[in-house]
């Protein structure tokens, strides 16, 4: 009986790792290193598949994930400056809210959360807009980059929304 036991156990050890890496959305990271401070963004990583993204699988003018699955989670080292606003070190939740001419960011001090269903404003340590444009061709891959200057570029289908960090 006590193999029978280690034995399932085993099984669905592997079977719970074999799922995780068969994620259609993969979960992707981007890291830079700015002044000093590791930025670090966790995501989803959702593809087009012949859908219509903004306006249409991401609603206008509603709170997203930005990603796929769990909320996308942005984390710094040591105090930073976005926009103006002073965000202290830590983890937080990036959402964004699309629009068709601009976007607003928004970091949510529970960062770890299922997509946005429980999204709580009055947990927003950071609520700004940033810019977006449309990209010259069609992105597949959802994707988040930041350069070494501090620049997170938010990037899919045809659109494109950039903002800035740099250190406070």
């Known amino acids: ?30 890291s830079a290193d700015l002044d000093g401070i590791n930025i670090s963004i966790q995501y989803g990583q959702p593809s087009k598949k012949d859908r219509d993204i903004f306006g249409s699988l991401v609603p206008y003018g509603k709170v997203w994930r930005t990603g ?16 103006g606003t ?11 809210i699309p629009g068709k ?19 709580d404003s009055s947990k927003d340590v950071l609520k700004t807009q940033i810019s977006s444009k449309s990209l010259g061709e069609v992105q597949e891959k959802f994707t988040i980059s930041i350069s070494k200057e501090g620049e997170v570029s938010i ?7 950039k903002f800035s960090i740099k250190k406070a």
């Open 68 to 83: 796929a699955n769990e909320a996308s989670v942005i984390e710094f080292s040591e105090d930073v400056v976005i926009n």
């Open 101 to 119: 001419e601009e976007w607003t960011l928004i970091l949510n001090s529970v960062w770890n959360q299922w997509g946005a269903y429980n999204y």
């Open 155 to 161: 990037s899919w289908d045809k659109t494109s929304a």
């Open 1 to 30: 009986m006590h193999k029978l036991l280690l034995s399932l156990f085993s099984l669905l050890f592997v079977f719970s790792l074999s799922a995780q890496e068969k994620r259609a959305s993969p979960l992707m990271k981007a």
């Open 86 to 96: 002073t965000v202290k070190a830590g983890k937080y939740a990036l959402f964004t």
